[in-house]
């Protein structure tokens, strides 16, 4: 069953002169994949920080659970059920596959020394970033080097430190970038399980994934969304086909 998990309403942010992102409105629901898309320079990167905190908006609100959390730390959002990847792959390369888990397991622990000294709380942590690993698929790669693994499943371990936070929603700023077809294909497996428990924004140029996961999405351009609505709705859209496809009218 679906519930909304995480809205943006009327969402702006303006750097000078420039409206990155301009009064843009989009719902996230448990179970469904929301996809934002555009072409480069359309504001989808802007939205997701401004999402995540990484960025206070100039205008409008960002609602998690009902709780209105516009301007909070990308920490304090976390720590409410926010996880996300980045579109530039963020391990810790010289670890293992297991310490990037643990690590990130660890981060929610509201009483970090307890993981050194507290059976129970070490315990937790070691089941979160366990289950994390298993969901992404990686934990027979526990014991190996993160710089070691290849390109796709490094970006199979930067979602599972995100899992490891126990997330509600996730947002996921092109997992499927520099993939091949095959690691394209794992990935888009991964998304398909996590949907099943969580609310998903995905930022994705690979059109070809985003119209077989996504149940909604949105086309940004120039800062502001032209059109919304399912797959079959978006793909035969005019603005859509003309702005961000290229064609003719």
Request: hydrophobic content about 45%.
């Amino acid at each position: 069953m679906s519930e909304l998990m995480m809205s943006a309403r009327q969402l702006s942010k303006r750097f000078g002169g420039l409206l990155a992102v301009n009064d843009v409105s989009l719902d996230l629901w448990r179970n469904r994949i929301h996809a934002v898309i555009g072409p480069n320079g359309a504001g989808k990167s802007t939205l997701t920080a401004l999402l995540s905190g990484d960025l206070e908006p100039t205008s409008g609100e960002v609602v998690l659970e009902s709780r209105n959390v516009t301007g909070w730390s990308p920490n304090r959002l976390a720590r409410h059920g926010l996880g996300r990847s980045f579109q530039k792959t963020n391990i810790f390369p010289v670890f293992t596959v297991w310490e990037n888990a643990r690590l990130a397991a660890q981060s929610r622990d509201p009483h970090t020394w307890h993981w050194f000294t507290g059976a129970t709380s070490l315990k937790a942590v070691n089941e979160r970033a366990t289950r994390a690993l298993e969901l992404a698929g990686l934990l027979h790669r526990r014991d190996v080097q993160a710089d070691a693994i290849s390109h796709g499943e490094q970006r199979q371990l930067e979602i599972a430190m995100a899992l490891a936070t126990n997330p509600k929603v996730l947002l996921l700023d092109e997992p499927l970038a520099g993939m091949g077809v095959t690691e394209a294909e794992k990935m888009v497996s991964l998304l398909t399980r996590l949907k099943k428990d969580h609310a998903l924004l995905l930022i994705e140029h690979d059109m070809d994934a985003v119209f077989a996961l996504a149940d909604q999405l949105t086309v940004m351009v120039n800062g502001k969304v032209i059109a919304s609505g399912s797959a079959a709705e978006i793909r035969n859209h005019a603005d859509v086909r003309a702005a961000y496809l290229g064609e003719e009218q």
